[in-house]
């Protein structure tokens, strides 16, 4: 029985694959990174510092170490410390007449030390830095894989930020994200008793003698110091607690597991907005649980451009603080919520108390009740907040201005009905008058939404009554029926107005997701069609400058220094500065947005969106506002992530395209060198074979060789060398022509005399071959390169004879067709098969049959070349009776290509 309890909790304990694969890929994304270690305090004056500089020098001896910022303070101990470390040379940032010292990130990369040390993580770096916090900074040294040791002190987590407001009244303006205490390596609480460090701050330790009765009286109060303290104990409490669970996890070993929570928190554009998301954070802390963060968007609200701005710097913080952010549409918030709630089975949802006592408040159907009402087993947390605890940076944001517009012309059809009815009542029934107001209210609902169309159901029954129902101009009804037909007027009025405000809300709704859906679409389709690199630029840039209403450039990388960015449109780079490509360049290699709106070179004029695949980054997307006042709204920054990715597949594409294109010449060109080589390296070998033969003979003096013999070897050899000049001297017109280096010196020549000086070239070859040649004497001169045109007639000569044999006849006809004149050569060889005729004119192509011809394959392509040169065209077709005829077209105008 024991054993199977055993089997059953070890079965109970063993990680299950999702989570053995979720903790690999952990393991391998901190592969090559850095290693963070965090001294923490609870105030200046425990010894941060001091403890950092303390392990610093007992690991100089031993480990690479620099130290890329310490501020002492004037403390004579802490820069006695110093002593003896390698310090990295601050940076001088000149700012409004200033001279600013800062960490120099970039010779703290270039010297690339094991281990940095950085005091003052959440200090704000000077304006024109290059990240305006250092934990940033640090962030970049981490992902280069340098290990770094840090300050920090308490009061600067971002998710304390007001709970410290509200101990110590003091509202704390430089922070960090949580999740830089996530990922640190180790936490080393640097702790220190509130009345020692009060004694240290009165004997002048902490501050200058000016500064010590102001710190006294303001925030180093034995209380707030007290309450400092115990938040950085219990930070440095979870931080060992999740290190405990983590290797009993990994280690499987048997203990109480938390169950899985997961907690939703609604935002909205608010004062209370940042306060509700670090409420989230830290509940999501305690409990150990991933948290989500949702703005919904509902048809028909619209948000201002101060509203836009809050709601971007809200889920900004959230994604800082660990939250994933998403953004619903629907048309209900308290349903949309709830829906996506029971979907990924949240178990808590955070909200805002409202701020204002509203009447659907008091009605309760405010959201937070709806939500409240709706949850069932999910548990709710209100979060309040004081006036005093709003930053001043957030301001509150206004209601949205009511429509009067709507109302009005409400009022106004109410009106018309009122005396359309009056004037018919005299001829119909009160209660068919009723469809007017009815059709009124339809139309309100529909143009103008459910307040207009309630106001009007109201006004509707009220004039109903007073001007249509006897006795008339009186609230008084003499039939109490009547007070029935109210009723139910009143009511299918609301009903209508509301169900037809859901539904143009659903219209709304449709028309926008139908809108970015269409958008997508319509940039897919058009980049599917493109075809080459700049025609795809180019409608990416067109398509994105239409939907962002900004400026937009792309940059890839060049293919001859891949660390050099090139900015498309080519037009748009003489604008782009140098620190603009900068900003680009570094989105680039870290994989991360920058510039404007962002944590990493916030000062630059353009924001960069790397184009990231499952391969590769592809390059950047940079969009630079045409007004420099003007931010994207929650709907097109969606949209321009799935426009980002669709852009990075279509370039991805593009280029994959590319290099199967050029992998595919690579081949084909391989082939060809291939069949280059098979092709000439018997006929190379050949005649170079008998000239040696022939050599060897003549100096060979033992055998005797007469002066008859001596000069048959001699013109053997002769031959054999005018055959290899003619092989090399088609290899190289073959170059010529494909290189375009073919010049043409045309000059009036006679076809007749271009056929006598290419049968005097072959004669000696083919001297007992019958050759016929039927040229008539009137034929016109043609503008030609006759040393070229006189090759081309050798070559078609040397083809026809050896696929004939050698009593066949071979025929030369010329001719005048209109203007051009026509010179064909006809043969009764082998002929050629019907599926080669259009092939023969190719490179190394030869037709396999005789097989004892040999021959490189060169002939009819130089001659193909050198005809087209001349403008004019060469072709072969099958002879009746048997055969091939080679036919030639030359214009007799003097405009040639190769001229």
């Known amino acids: 029985m024991n054993a199977n309890m055993s089997g059953r909790e070890e079965q109970y304990n063993r990680q299950s694959p999702d989570e053995l694969l979720a903790r690999i890929k952990k393991e391998e994304a901190g592969i090559g990174r850095g290693k963070l270690k965090i001294f923490l305090g609870y105030a200046a004056g425990v010894g941060k510092t001091y403890t950092m500089l303390e392990a610093a020098q007992r690991l100089k001896n031993d480990t690479d170490l620099v130290v890329a910022y310490a501020e002492t303070h004037g403390r004579v101990e802490t820069e006695a410390l110093l002593h003896g470390l390698e310090i990295v040379p601050r940076k001088e940032i000149q700012y409004r007449g200033i001279t600013v010292t800062e960490m120099d990130l970039d010779a703290v990369l270039a010297r690339h030390p094991s281990i940095a040390l950085v005091d003052e993580l959440a200090h704000t770096n000077a304006p024109g830095s290059r990240h305006p916090k250092r934990y940033l900074d640090v ?87 007290s309450a400092l303290r115990e938040f950085s104990m219990r930070v440095a409490a979870d931080r060992v607690e999740d290190q405990v669970q983590d290797y009993m996890e990994s280690h499987t070993i048997s203990g109480p597991w938390p169950t899985a929570e997961r907690l939703l928190v609604c935002i909205s554009p608010g004062r209370w907005g940042n306060r509700i998301i670090r409420t989230a954070r830290n509940l999501a802390s305690q409990l150990n649980a991933s948290w989500t963060a949702i703005y919904v968007e509902v048809p028909g609200t619209s948000l201002s451009d101060k509203e836009q701005e809050q709601l971007t710097s809200l889920m900004g913080l959230a994604e800082k603080l660990g939250a994933r952010v998403e953004i619903l549409q629907g048309l209900s918030v308290s349903r949309s919520l709830l829906e996506y709630a029971n979907k990924h089975n949240i178990t808590k949802i955070v909200l805002g108390k409202p701020q204002r006592v509203h009447l659907r408040n008091l009605l309760s159907t405010s959201v937070a009740n709806q939500i409240v009402r709706g949850s069932k087993f999910i548990d709710v947390y209100i979060v309040g907040g004081k006036e005093q605890q709003v930053e001043q940076n957030i301001l509150p944001v206004k209601a949205p201005p009511v429509q009067w517009r709507g109302y009005l012309i409400s009022i106004g059809m109410v009106i018309f009905s009122t005396f359309v009815g009056f004037i018919i009542h005299p001829f119909l029934n009160p209660v068919n008058m009723i469809m007017l107001y009815l059709l009124s209210v339809v139309v309100s609902a529909v143009y103008f939404g459910p307040g207009p169309s309630i106001l009007t159901s109201v006004l509707g029954v009220l004039a109903f009554d007073f001007f249509l129902i006897s006795p008339v101009f009186s609230f008084n009804v003499s039939d109490i029926q009547y007070l029935f037909t109210f009723i139910v007027l009143l009511g299918v009025g609301l009903v209508i107005g509301y169900l037809t405000s859901r539904i143009r809300k659903q219209n709304e709704l449709s028309l926008r997701r139908e809108n970015e859906t269409a958008t997508l679409y319509s940039l897919n389709k058009e980049l599917s069609a493109t075809i080459g690199l700049n025609a795809t630029l180019k409608s990416i840039i067109d398509i994105a400058k239409q939907q962002f209403d900004q400026n937009v450039i792309v940059f890839l990388p060049e293919k001859a220094n891949a660390g050099a960015l090139k900015a498309y449109p080519i037009n748009l780079g003489a604008t782009i500065d140098e620190n603009e490509s900068a900003v680009a360049a570094w989105s680039y290699q870290h994989q991360k947005p920058a510039g404007r709106n962002t944590d990493t070179l916030p000062d630059a004029r353009g924001f960069y969106l790397p184009l990231i695949t499952a391969q590769s980054t592809i390059g950047v997307l940079g969009l630079r506002p045409i007004d420099t006042d003007s ?28 290099a199967a294109n050029t992998a595919q010449i690579l081949d084909a060109s391989q082939k060809l060198q291939t069949a280059l080589l098979n092709s000439i390296s018997h006929d190379l070998r050949t005649p170079l074979v008998s000239i040696i033969g022939v050599l060897s003979s003549l100096q060979d003096s033992g055998m005797h060789l007469d002066d008859s013999a001596k000069s048959n070897l001699i013109q053997v050899a002769s031959e054999e060398a005018a055959r290899l000049n003619r092989l090399i001297s088609n290899l190289l017109d073959v170059s010529k022509i494909e290189a375009g280096a073919l010049k043409l010196a045309l000059q009036p020549s006679d076809i007749q005399d271009i056929v006598g000086a290419a049968l005097e070239q072959i004669g000696a070859r083919y001297k007992d071959r019958d050759i016929r040649i039927q040229v008539p004497d009137k034929l016109p001169l043609v503008p030609v390169d006759s040393g070229l045109m006189v090759q081309v007639l050798v070559n078609v000569l040397d083809n026809a004879m050896k696929y004939s044999g050698p009593s066949a006849t071979i025929e030369i006809t010329g001719k005048l067709l209109d203007d051009t004149v026509q010179l064909e050569v006809a043969d009764r060889g082998v002929g050629i098969p019907e599926q080669d005729l259009q092939r023969v004119f190719d490179k190394f192509f030869r037709v396999q049959q005789p097989d004892n011809i040999t021959g490189t394959g060169l002939g009819l392509s130089i001659c193909k070349g050198i005809v087209e040169a001349h403008g004019g065209t060469i072709v072969a077709e099958r002879r009746p009776g048997g055969g091939t005829i080679i036919r030639i077209k030359l214009p007799l105008s003097k405009t040639a290509p190769g001229v």
């Open 139 to 225: 962030e970049e040294l981490l992902e280069a894989g340098i290990d770094v040791y840090a300050t920090l002190n308490i009061q600067h987590l971002e998710s304390l930020r007001d709970s410290v407001a509200r101990i110590a009244g003091v509202w704390v303006r430089e922070t960090v994200p949580d999740t830089v205490i996530d990922e640190a390596t180790e936490i080393e609480l640097i702790d220190l008793p509130p009345d020692d460090l009060l004694q240290r701050l009165k004997e002048g330790k902490v501050y200058v003698s000016e500064q010590i009765a102001q710190a006294v009286s303001s925030f180093f109060r034995k209380g707030n110091l």
């Open 631 to 658: 931010q994207l709204t929650v709907q097109q920054d969606r949209l321009l992530k799935s426009f980002a990715d669709l852009t990075a597949m279509s370039i991805e594409r593009v280029q994959l395209a590319e």
